[in-house]
T-cell receptor, first 115, second 113 residues
């Protein structure tokens, strides 16, 4: 039973570029949430996808967008990269159920460095 | 929105001692409270969680308590071991926000032999 996977592991970009990060949820899960974790901080919620739609969004600008595919995998896109976008990007998967999508399992993350 | 505060930011204990980490939350609608352990360079791993319909939950050396009235919850680790050294994050969420996790800033726990 595969856990949550993310690709790539590391990425280096320059300011103004665009980046796409990928996530495959845990087997049987249908909901994907994305978080940004700056060094020394707790993860910050970016958005959540369920049934191929963005269901919830945190306090992030429109430069951050995403997509969920029919197989429940997801992408995070960031346009016009800023130095401050350098962080660990975490994907978490969960299963919608009677309690809603509460228990979330994290992937290993993608370390993005913007130069 | 939800605001989660976590204390202390760093905690150093001797092996075998107990460690307690405390969190407070602001949104009374929050009803799910997980704790994650994150080792250096690794993913956050869920170690225990509690829902608002219970006051305490235990799993071997780890326990979590919840006081809904006071809006605070705590992680208790007994008989600490060096491998417990990591950063611990508390979080709170509620169905109104699709269970988006709102994290505290983390507690760096060091267990010295």
């Amino acid at each position: 039973d595969a856990g949550v996977t993310q690709s790539p592991t590391h990425l280096i970009k320059t300011r103004g570029q665009q980046v796409t990060l990928r996530c495959s949820p845990k087997s049987g899960h249908d909901t994907v949430s994305w978080y940004q974790q700056a060094l020394g901080q707790g993860p910050q919620f970016i958005f959540q996808y369920y049934e191929e739609e963005e269901r919830q969004r945190g306090n992030f600008p429109d430069r951050f967008s995403g997509h969920q595919f029919p197989n429940y995998s997801s992408e995070l896109n960031v346009n016009a990269l800023l130095l401050g976008d350098s962080a660990l990007y975490l994907c978490a998967s969960s299963l919608a159920g009677p309690y809603g999508t509460d228990t979330q399992y994290f992937g290993p993350g993608t370390r993005l460095t913007v130069l | 929105g939800e605001n989660v505060e976590q204390h202390p930011s760093t905690l150093s204990v001797q092996e075998g001692d107990s460690a307690v980490i405390k969190c407070t939350y602001s949104d009374s609608a929050s009803n799910y409270f997980p704790w994650y352990k994150q080792e250096l360079g690794k993913r956050p791993q869920l170690i225990i969680d509690i829902r608002s319909n219970v006051g305490e939950k235990k799993d071997q050396r780890i326990a979590v308590t919840l006081n809904k009235t006071a809006k605070h919850f705590s992680l208790h680790i007994t008989e600490t071991q060096p491998e417990d050294s990591a950063v611990y994050f508390c979080a709170a969420s509620n169905p109104d926000s699709g269970y988006a996790l709102n994290f505290g800033k983390g507690t760096s726990l060091l267990v010295t032999p």
